[in-house]
């Protein structure tokens, strides 16, 4: 079975940046989705985006539309999620999933915390 590995998180300002990084452990197959989620502390994890590893078409939850960027490099089985304008409530432990159907929880990573200061 696949392993998911994600890197990337950090502390960031208010109006910062950040990437993150979510390594297979094994090539990908065309019809795998990448997907991210997120968990603030005392909240449910909730979805984030994804993106089709054949197709690279994209989904984004309403929340972070226009500020975050979900993108896969086949070549070196990765996906990213690049994260701009941060607020204060894009704080939380990000995790990066995979599966084969829409929105993908098959394969999930050990997460990587974000943490946007004020």
């Known amino acids: 079975q696949v392993q998911l590995v994600e890197s990337g998180g950090g502390l960031v300002q208010v109006g910062g940046s950040l990437r993150l990084s979510c390594t297979a452990s094994?090539?990908?197959?065309?019809?795998?989705?990448w997907g991210w989620y997120r968990q603030a502390p005392g909240k449910e994890r909730e979805f984030v985006a994804a993106?089709?590893?054949?197709?690279?078409?994209?989904y984004y939850a309403d929340s972070v539309k226009g500020g975050f960027t979900v993108s896969k490099d086949s070549a070196k089985n990765t996906a990213s999620l690049q994260m701009s304008d941060l607020k204060s409530e894009d704080t939380a432990v990000y995790y990066c999933?995979?599966?084969?159907?829409?929105?993908?929880?098959?394969?999930w990573g050990q997460g990587t915390q974000v943490t946007v200061s004020s």
């Open positions: 094994e090539r990908i197959y065309s019809s795998y989705i």
């Open positions: 999933a995979g599966g084969s159907s829409y929105p993908p929880q098959s394969t």
């Open positions: 993106i089709r590893q054949g197709t690279g078409r994209t």
